[in-house]
Structures are given as C-alpha cells and as structure tokens.
C-alpha cells in the first residue's frame, strides 16, 4: 500500500509539473486545518512530506492563517505553534484580515505563475480549489498524507496547452498570409511569366482498355529447319613404327594394313 501511494503521489506531482512547470522545491501553503490533523497523527511535516513527493520542500501559510489560529484559542494551540514555525507569505489582507479559506483561494487564483501546493482538511476548501486548473490538494488520509489526483479541469486545460503550442498566433498568421500575398505579386509581375499560360496539362497515352491486344505469330511446323542426327564416322588410324617402314623398304614391298 506504501509503494502504491507513493506511485501515486509521483505520478500525480510529475503531471503539473510537465504540465504547469511545477518545480522543486515545491510550495506548499498549509491552513491550521492541516496542521492541527499532523500534531494530532504525530506527523513531522519536514521529513515526511519531502519523502513522500520525493524532491525539497518549502512550507509557507499567511497571516490570515496565523490569526484565524490564534483566535481559536486554547483548543487548536498545537496547530498555531505548528503555522508559526513556517514563512509567512504577503497576502495582501494585512489592513484587513480574512477566513483562512478565504485567504488561500485568493492565493491560488493565478496559480499558473505562483504554483502553490494547497495542504488543508477543510472539506469546502478542497472541494473549491479542485474546480480551479492547476492547483494540487494534499490533506491527511488517517495518518497517511494524500494528494489528490489532477481534476479534470486541469488536464482539460493541460491538454488546450500542449495543442496551443502547434498552432500559430494571430501575428504569424498575419505574417504568413502577407508573405503569400507578396511572393504572388512579384511572380505575376515578372516578365518571365507573363506569359505564363497556366498549369500545363501533360499528354497522356491512350486508354489500354480501348487498345486492341497484340497478335501473337503463330509459327508453322514448316518454317522451322529440322535438324538431322548425322553420326560421322570416325577413321581409326594405326600407327606403323619407323623400324618396321624401313624393314619394308628394304623388301620394296608396299605397307598393308588390314
């Protein structure tokens, strides 16, 4: 099961960041939610979420977060000592102090360019934020860290992404046609094709359907030469040896052979 969620949680990190340029170390912005369920399940944040996303981590909450904590009192003060030991990051709400909920959708609105990773137990605030593209939710699962898988607005828009770096913008677009168009009327105005007659048409050959076949030659029996077996003979010839011709001579008698 450990190697199965911790698969999962690659998996799911690696999506935003190939898709959204997520990247090490990964922010993340804890409520007290969050942090009130890691002191209840004994869960030391920074060394075991680095683990489990498997790069260098950077914990931050706001000071809405802060004072939200401290002024639910005595029942949450293990989560306020936990949120006070992070960065605080500049919200923007400090004139006016908003709900912690509140204070990180705001946060998370052009999430494309801060890349936060959103650590929170508040059922609504999760439900919110998975709405969004681009915003990751982790929260404690018992006393298992869990992030949830992209929803489908982020890998719909991920998708619109990865197509929109094919096609071309308005200003190649405009490039593009207006080179066509000058390209055009240089080739017109030259004089090498002013007369130009248009797209030549090749000959074509005739229709083999339409050809009559050729006639094969028919060879009559006739006009082929026979051949004849004729066996020549062949001469045996008998070789006399010197001695027995001059012995002939001698005698004058002719040479016989029989």
């Given at each position: 099961m450990r190697l199965k969620r911790h698969q999962k949680a690659e998996r799911n990190i690696n999506f935003y960041c190939v898709s959204f340029g997520f990247r090490k170390p990964f922010q993340i912005l804890v409520d007290g939610t969050f942090c009130m369920a890691s002191a209840q399940?004994?869960?030391?944040?920074?060394?075991d979420i680095p683990?489990?996303?498997?790069?260098?981590?950077?914990?931050?909450?706001?000071?809405?977060v802060v004072l939200e904590t401290e002024a639910l009192g005595t029942a949450v003060r293990p989560a306020m000592h936990i949120v006070k030991n992070f960065g605080i990051h500049k919200c923007g709400h400090e004139k006016k102090p908003i709900s912690g909920a509140s204070c990180l959708t705001s946060m998370t609105k052009d999430n494309m360019k801060t890349r936060y990773i959103?650590?929170?137990?508040?059922?609504?605030?999760?439900?919110?934020?998975?709405?969004?593209?681009?915003?990751?939710?982790?929260?404690?699962?018992?006393?298992s860290v869990i992030l949830k898988a992209p929803s489908p607005t982020s890998i719909d828009h991920a998708r619109q992404k990865?197509?929109?770096?094919?096609?071309?913008?308005?200003?190649?677009t405009n490039v593009l046609t207006s080179m066509k168009s000058s390209i055009t009327t240089e080739l017109i105005s030259s004089e090498e094709f002013k007369d130009y007659p248009g797209v030549f048409k090749r000959a074509k050959g005739p229709n083999?359907?339409?050809?009559?076949?050729?006639?094969?030659?028919?060879?009559?029996d006739n006009d082929i030469?026979?051949?004849?077996?004729?066996?020549?003979?062949?001469?045996?010839?008998?070789?006399?040896p010197k001695h027995v011709k001059e012995e002939f001579k001698k005698m004058n008698k002719p040479i016989s052979i029989s």
């Open positions: 399940n004994r869960v030391q944040l920074r060394e683990k489990y996303l498997g790069g260098d981590v950077k914990f931050l909450t706001t000071q809405c959103i650590a929170t137990q508040d059922k609504s605030l999760q439900n919110a934020l998975y709405v969004l593209p681009a915003v990751p939710v982790m929260y404690f699962n018992g006393l990865r197509q929109s770096r094919f096609n071309l913008t308005e200003h190649e083999p359907l339409s050809c009559k076949p050729k006639k094969k030659k028919i060879v009559e030469p026979k051949v004849e077996n004729k066996i020549k003979r062949k001469r045996n010839r008998v070789k006399i």
